[in-house]
């Protein structure tokens, strides 16, 4: 049974392709920048989390929350890819200090809305809290028609993301966890919007232009590994179940 389930549903990317000496400066030494075409990527993804489950207390059940993450894409000394998270804004406070704990994530309290009119979607934020504050307005069109499924490289490249580092509980460097579901089927999306100071509270300057590429996809399933340190311990129970 995986440790944690939930469903992401309606998420937005927003991506810009960034010097990549910029964003090495900000990785720890343990990761390297995951370039495409010579260029680093930072992203914008919002979106809504429903149905989290995690073991063993999955009879406890959650209420819908928000989401809005600055990301980047990294590599391993080993040649492993996946992401690196600067912030992560979720408006479920109990959701935001379990995730610091378990896995070590950036999360920040943070009231988030969603509105939704003739189609389009909106999802402001304001990050209040011991961790700084931010805000953030992330927007799409309508979709009428639906794009078509995106396959070309970069939408693999910056989608297809199922490993994250972080600093994890007691760990003396960053550990990554991992994450299942179906392929995206990210459509490719014109005259995305986003304002805020998501950038500028990690140390970037904020886009003064429109994404170079955005995305959407509707949702899917997502089953999550156990953080390193409680993979260990989970291993030896079940091994501790076998001997008695």
């Known amino acids: 049974m995986p440790f944690m389930t939930q469903r ?8 810009w392709h960034w010097p ?11 990761l390297e ?28 059940r959650w209420s819908d929350f928000y989401e809005i993450n600055l990301r ?6 080993n040649g492993r890819s996946g992401v690196w998270f600067y912030s992560l804004d979720s408006s479920d406070i109990v959701a935001t200090i ?11 309290g943070a009231k988030i809305v969603r509105n939704e009119k003739d189609g389009e979607v909106e999802y402001q934020s304001t990050r209040r809290g011991i961790f700084g504050e931010a805000k953030a307005t992330i927007k799409r069109p309508a979709i009428d028609p639906l794009p078509k499924d995106a396959t070309d490289p970069i939408t693999r490249f910056l989608l297809e993301r199922y490993c994250f580092w972080s600093k994890q509980y007691w760990a003396r460097q960053n550990k990554p966890s991992f994450v299942e579901h179906r392929p995206y089927q990210g459509r490719i999306m014109g005259q ?3 304002s805020g ?3 500028k509270s990690q140390g970037f300057a904020e886009p003064t232009r429109k994404p170079d590429i955005s995305h959407y996809e509707s949702g899917f399933d997502v089953s999550a590994s156990a953080p390193s340190w409680l993979r ?13």
Request: glycine residues 8%; proline residues 4%.
């Open 8 to 15: 992401w549903e309606d998420l937005i990317f927003l991506h």
């Open 20 to 30: 990549k000496d910029e964003i090495k400066k900000s990785l720890p030494i343990e």
């Open 33 to 60: 920048v995951d370039l495409f075409e010579d260029t680093g990527w930072l992203t914008v993804a919002a979106f809504k989390l429903s149905g989290l489950r995690i073991s063993p207390c999955r009879f406890i």
């Open 72 to 77: 980047t894409y990294v590599r391993d000394k």
């Open 98 to 108: 379990g995730a610091r704990f378990l896995y070590g994530l950036p999360y920040n």
């Open 192 to 194: 995305c919007t986003y």
């Open 197 to 199: 100071e998501l950038f």
């Open 232 to 244: 260990g311990r989970i291993t030896g129970q079940e091994n501790q179940r076998l001997v008695d």
